[in-house]
């Protein structure tokens, strides 16, 4: 059984934002009126796709990432996605082609670290090439390769766009951490 198409972009931009919202909020981001997305709010919380974390704030459930085809993540996977990686399946940083900088991350959590010290020349650079994505599904993490898919998506630039990209890392990496014990 499919969800409709406004209750899909519900989810979605819980999904995107990564934490908890109100529904006024949901309902600007998503275009849609305040009561009808209260609607759907209250209906996908019925139906277990959306949870209420604290009084009057939505959020996206393991049911509600997978209604928009995102794999459910077990232990062993999460431990996977969490491991070093050797340094030639690393992320290794650029400004431009052929304009290395000598840094790279063999892990999420060496990610998280670089990315927000990196030149934001080279965060521009690889969110543009979409390598990040391309990195992200390397580890076995889909919803972080798509989570950066949304970013490029966004067309952000400067500290606007290491600031999402850093946030959408980091709090993966939390998610993973819990998930792995």
Not at 15 to 42: D, N, P
Not at 52 to 63: D, K, S, V
Not at 68 to 96: E, N
Request: hydrophobic share 40%; charged share 25%; net charge positive.
């Amino acid at each position: 059984m499919g969800l409709v198409e406004a209750k899909m972009k519900v989810l979605e931009k819980l999904w995107e934002e990564g934490q908890s919202m109100k529904a006024k909020e949901v309902a600007q981001k998503v275009g849609l009126g305040i009561a009808a997305t209260t609607m759907h709010l209250l209906g996908l919380k019925k139906t277990g796709h959306v949870s209420t974390p604290q009084h009057g704030y939505y959020a996206i459930t393991e049911q509600g990432k997978e209604a928009l085809g995102l794999p459910r993540i077990d232990r062993a996977h999460a431990t996977k996605i969490l491991s070093h990686v050797s340094t030639d399946k690393g992320f290794h940083f650029y400004t431009g082609m052929h304009q290395y900088l000598g840094i790279h991350a063999n892990s999420l959590s060496d990610f998280c670290d670089r990315v927000e010290k990196v030149s934001v020349k080279s965060v521009e650079f690889h969110v543009s090439r979409r390598d990040f994505e391309n990195w992200f599904q390397s580890l076995g993490d889909t919803e972080l390769a798509k989570k950066m898919s949304a970013i490029h998506k966004m067309n952000l630039h400067g500290e606007d766009l290491r600031k999402k990209v850093h946030d959408a890392a980091k709090l993966r990496l939390e998610e993973l951490k819990l998930l792995s014990h």
